[in-house]
């Protein structure tokens, strides 16, 4: 996929402050408009201009565009990384999708949901009004979900300042995490929201949990996911091996003749819950290195003595 450099393709400079940004869109809105324009891709150009100018005038989107932006090096084929919006806090609906117009698919993998729209910051004297509701996705620990915890949470908040030009606040918050808390669950902060108009009730945040990539397990709901590596005679023989999980290290039972294709269940191993999840583990059986003479000798002696074929089966 394409990187989209909106700033080129409103011929800005990466500094440009949010009135320039409104000129710019104008003057060039003018030229490029397929029903004035004699150029021959005005329609392609306009549609490009209007992509930028979604991104550009919000000071949510351009702050998040800027920060994924900034260590892009042109020529390469762009994939936003995971959870690249992470710790962002932005205001108004959960999605910028849905009715309005069809963007690129560089647009969409970005701003496609989770980005709500520019706020206003009109304040109408005499009037009073709940304020806006922020929504940030956060990313915390596996083990949080199975003890809970309370972690200091940091976001990221872009405002405009004096100047037209947009910069990023940030703010902490002591955030409980909930036992038993799901990727992809909210949680409501009351009141963390945009100030309310006049008298009116401020708004809420809230924070969509992610779990960040863990060396060892994956998640699925409340099931998780390890792979074992045992040896070739526990295997075997049969053994009981210790095997760690988000909550401690358990014991368990490999059974005699296991093979590198078994999986075995721990039930309510998983994510806490009502029901719990299960922790599945995947046996892996690993070969010790045939890395000195004593070694390469039990080798041979194990090729002589066992003849065995894993690829009988095959006729080879």
Do not use: C
């Not at 900034?70 to 609906?93: L, V």
């Not at 690129?104 to 005499?126: H, I």
């Not at 038993?180 to 008298?199: A, F, M």
């Amino acid at each position: 996929m394409e990187f989209k450099n909106y700033y080129d393709i409103m011929s800005l400079a990466r500094d440009a402050s949010q009135d320039e940004i409104k000129r710019a869109y104008r003057k060039l809105a003018r030229k490029y408009h397929p029903d004035v324009s004699k150029e021959t891709d005005a329609e392609a150009r306009f549609k490009e201009l209007g992509e930028a100018y979604a991104v550009l005038k919000d000071p949510e989107k351009r702050a998040a565009y800027d920060q994924l932006g900034a260590n892009w090096k042109g020529g390469q084929d762009f994939r936003p990384p995971p959870n690249w919006d992470a710790g962002f806090e932005f205001s108004g609906g959960d999605s910028a999708a849905g009715g309005g117009p069809a963007y690129s698919d560089f647009f969409e993998s970005l701003f496609g949901q989770g980005f709500g729209s520019a706020r206003d910051d009109r304040r109408p004297t005499g009037f009073h009004a709940r304020g806006e509701d922020h929504h940030a996705k956060v990313l915390i620990d596996l083990e949080d979900a199975y003890h809970g915890a309370t972690r200091g949470i940091t976001l990221s908040t872009p405002t405009v300042d004096s100047g037209g030009h947009v910069i990023t606040k940030q703010r902490t918050l002591n955030v409980k995490i909930p036992k038993g808390v799901k990727q992809g669950q909210r949680i409501r902060l009351t009141g963390e929201g945009s100030p309310g108009l006049g008298d009116g009730q401020a708004g809420d945040l809230y924070l969509e949990m992610e779990f960040k990539p863990h060396s060892l397990y994956k998640i699925e709901g409340r099931d998780v996911y390890l792979n074992l590596p045992v040896t070739p005679w526990e295997a075997a023989l049969g053994a009981t091996v210790k095997a760690p999980t988000p909550s401690g290290a358990v014991d368990l039972k490999i059974p005699e003749g296991t093979t590198g294709a078994r999986k075995l269940r721990l039930r309510k191993r998983g994510i806490p819950g009502k029901p719990p999840g299960d922790l599945y583990v995947s046996v892996t059986i690993s070969l010790p290195p045939a890395d000195s003479d004593s070694a390469k000798q039990l080798y041979r002696k194990m090729e002589q003595k066992l003849a065995y074929n894993p690829r009988s089966k095959m006729g080879v």
